[in-house]
């Protein structure tokens, strides 16, 4: 028995003397943590890191405690401390010559991981320059280029996904237009390759056939519109008046007996809505950056999106769906199907990189969630979805210091997660001094 003892305690001393042994490059002292394991605030803690992780989270030990001490020092009192963001729905596009644009953008406000549903070889190359630390940007978890070929054969798929994965794609980008025989041969043989899918609902599968697939995310709540059983298009359109509202409880219980995801990008119909009925009040509003990535290929005259919608009929549409796709993304929150914050920016003006994510936060939260679960579906979701909810989305000793620093409180207000003071991305300050003070859209 006193062997036993003694070997216990000997073993606790070595555990002790290991949880010391790291020594930390930065302390965040007196935060008022958001951990987003729970709806909860933890009260003034520090928050030790080192080595690019969280090391310890300890109750606040007071200034005196840090004097003399040599590692660097943020003072948290007053703030609060939430995870990194993630925009499950972005669009780096044709923009190379303003990638480093918008990956400062993202930065800027929070936003330290992206999912790019447009991959090409030059976005790879940035993906892999970042992730190398020769550049410094969000995580980019890559999709390939939009498969849309309405002709494409399943033989023309699988030599797809063989070409995807050597070049080191993450998903499959599925698009509107792309043939059944396509979607089924991608369906089938993705996984075989190590790749996923993620999209649209092509019209030829619709969405009960999307839902029966291995497309694992939904891209856009207004997929949902266009495909049978509700069959609800766009612009100078008579009939029917108004969506079927009464398929929404089938169409969420069917999503979530199906495991998919959703991303709602409820920021991106919205903005359409808005440019339609007056691009030059609601571009006011938005912090434009120096270089709007979308300028270098959008041309409001001739494009057809705002000509679409130009006619009051269309515009009436647009409202009814949209009121369609909040109350849809309500019952998706109640029949628990993951949601993932997206944007699908820069792809309009008015979606800006970074910012357009606390828009849809925003958006959210009026659908009906609750500030702590729209603050989920940009960290816990998308983590969990990304297979990567070991390392990120949410505050624990262990988990990587990719960490916000807000100067209010996003529980009491989900606008307030535009109060960025600070950004880490993996224990190192990528951004300070820029507090974003944003709009607030309802």
């Given at each position: 028995m006193k062997q036993l003892q003694v070997t216990f305690i000997a073993a606790l001393l070595l555990m002790t003397a290991g949880a010391h042994a790291q020594q930390p490059t930065l302390v965040i002292r007196n935060i008022r943590v958001i951990p987003m394991t729970t709806d909860t605030i933890l009260q003034d803690r520090d928050v030790w890191i080192a080595n690019e992780k969280i090391i310890r989270i300890t109750p606040a030990a007071g200034k005196r405690a840090f004097r003399k001490k040599g590692f660097r020092q943020i003072n948290g009192t007053g703030k609060y401390l939430i995870p990194g963001l993630t925009d499950s729905h972005v669009h780096y596009k044709n923009y190379v010559s303003v990638f480093h644009e918008c990956d400062s953008l993202y930065l800027r406000y929070g936003i330290t991981g992206v999912l790019a549903l447009n991959g090409r070889p030059e976005l790879l190359c940035h993906r892999d320059s970042i992730r190398r630390g020769l550049l410094q940007g969000p995580d980019i978890v890559c999709a390939s280029p939009p498969m849309n070929d309405s002709t494409m054969?399943?033989?023309?798929?699988?030599?797809?996904?063989?070409?995807?994965?050597?070049?080191?794609?993450?998903?499959?980008?599925?698009?509107?237009?792309?043939?059944?025989?396509?979607?089924?041969?991608?369906?089938?043989?993705?996984?075989?390759?190590?790749?996923?899918?993620?999209?649209?609902?092509?019209?030829?599968?619709?969405?009960?056939?999307?839902?029966?697939?291995?497309?694992?995310?939904?891209?856009?709540?207004?997929?949902?519109?266009?495909?049978?059983?509700?069959?609800?298009?766009?612009?100078?359109?008579?009939?029917?008046?108004?969506?079927?509202t009464s398929l929404i409880p089938m169409l969420a219980k069917a999503t979530a007996d199906a495991h998919k995801a959703v991303s709602p990008t409820l920021i991106t119909f919205y903005s359409i809505w808005q440019t339609a009925e007056d691009v030059n009040s609601y571009l006011s509003a938005m912090p434009l950056p120096a270089i709007d990535p979308v300028a270098v290929t959008w041309d409001w005259m001739n494009s057809g999106i705002p000509q679409k919608f130009a006619a009051p009929r269309g515009r009436q549409r647009m409202q009814a769906a949209f009121d369609f796709q909040l109350q849809l993304v309500k019952a998706f929150n109640d029949r628990k199907v993951l949601l993932l914050a997206g944007t699908d920016a820069p792809t309009m003006p008015g979606l800006v990189p970074g910012y357009s994510l606390h828009l849809e936060l925003q958006l959210l939260h009026k659908a009906g969630l609750s500030n702590y679960e729209a603050l989920k579906t940009a960290t816990v979701n998308a983590a969990e979805f990304l297979h990567t909810a070991d390392q990120r989305g949410t505050i624990s000793e262990g988990k990587e210091a990719t960490l916000i620093i807000l100067d209010q409180n996003p529980f009491t207000d989900i606008q307030h997660t535009l109060s960025v003071n600070t950004v880490l991305l993996k224990g190192k300050i990528v951004s300070a001094g820029q507090p974003s003070r944003g709009r607030k859209l309802f």
């Open positions: 054969t399943a033989e023309q798929a699988v030599a797809k996904l063989d070409t995807f994965r050597q070049a080191g794609y993450d998903f499959v980008k599925i698009y509107s237009d792309l043939s059944k025989e396509g979607f089924n041969a991608f369906s089938q043989h993705a996984a075989a390759y190590g790749l996923r899918l993620a999209g649209h609902i092509p019209q030829r599968v619709t969405t009960m056939g999307v839902l029966h697939s291995r497309q694992e995310l939904i891209a856009h709540a207004e997929e949902y519109l266009y495909s049978p059983p509700v069959n609800y298009f766009m612009g100078n359109i008579e009939t029917p008046v108004l969506p079927d």
